[in-house]
């Protein structure tokens, strides 16, 4: 079972920069897909970035240019630099990994418990 462990989040002013990282634990195999995910206040969570063992990257489309995944190619860790925050970034901010297993037919998840970020106006 592989465990998730994230780090980096905080309080900062708009503007200001943050960045997270998450190292994965445990388990066997090599870690697919990496990805961070967001969820604000009474809202459903959402996909901010996501990188594959192989480094490529999706951005959600109103984070590209202020937020920046990496991970080193087939690594168990992942960062996320945020920059030029506001304070609609406000949320917790959860690490998610996947492995596949025999040619993709079997799939596992796997979510950290989240790193609260505050941005102030």
């Known amino acids: 079972q592989v465990q998730l462990v994230e780090s980096g989040g905080g309080l900062v002013q708009a503007g200001g920069s943050l960045r997270l990282t998450c190292s994965a634990s445990?388990?066997?195999?090599?870690?697919?897909?990496m990805a961070w995910y967001r969820q604000a206040p009474g809202k459903q969570r959402e996909l901010v970035a996501e990188?594959?063992?192989?480094?490529?990257?999706t951005y959600a489309d109103s984070l590209k240019g202020r937020f920046t995944i990496s991970r080193e190619n087939g690594k168990r860790a992942v960062d996320l630099q945020m920059d030029d925050l506001k304070p609609e970034d406000t949320g917790v901010y959860y690490c998610?990994?996947?492995?596949?297993?025999?040619?993709?037919?079997?799939?596992?998840?796997?979510w950290g418990q989240g790193t609260q970020v505050y941005v102030s106006s």
């Open positions: 998610y990994a996947d492995q596949y297993f025999f040619g993709g037919d079997l799939k596992y998840d796997y």
């Open positions: 445990g388990g066997g195999g090599l870690i697919d897909n």
């Open positions: 990188i594959t063992d192989t480094g490529k990257t």
